[in-house]
């Protein structure tokens, strides 16, 4: 069955840097779009990053030229790289998909959900 397992979350300084894993299994990772959303304490849902099968990305306003999604289909793995992390991005973040080629911008239309991984940063 499909799975998402999240990993790489922990507490990290404001200005450090931290990678989010998102291990996939039960399908072909080189075939479809993955998401990442975070949710934040008394805050609803949000899409952050997502990519493509052809590598085309997109990321959400706060965390342009900050975060950076990658894909490595040989080990089904996506990664969010975050650089220049500030308090307002502590959260969970879970990898999601669709198993479609789109990004879209809602969370309803991700089927599959991995269990999500907390990330706290300090000032």
């Known amino acids: 069955q499909v799975q998402l397992v999240e990993s790489g979350g922990g507490l990290v300084q404001a200005g450090g840097s931290l990678r989010l894993s998102c291990a996939a299994s039960g399908f072909t990772l080189d075939y479809y779009a993955i998401g990442w959303f975070r949710q934040a304490p008394g805050k609803e849902r949000e899409g952050v990053s997502c990519?493509?099968?052809?590598?085309?990305?997109s990321y959400v306003d706060p965390v342009k030229g900050r975060f950076t999604i990658s894909r490595d289909n040989a080990k089904s793995t996506v990664y969010l790289q975050m650089t220049s992390p500030k308090s307002e991005d502590t959260a969970v973040y879970y990898c999601?998909?669709?198993?479609?080629?789109?990004?879209?911008?809602?969370?309803?239309?991700?089927?599959?959900w991995g269990q999500g991984t907390q990330v706290t940063v300090s000032s």
């Open positions: 999601v998909t669709g198993l479609g080629s789109r990004c879209p911008q809602g969370d309803d239309e991700y089927d599959y």
């Open positions: 990519i493509k099968r052809d590598g085309s990305t």
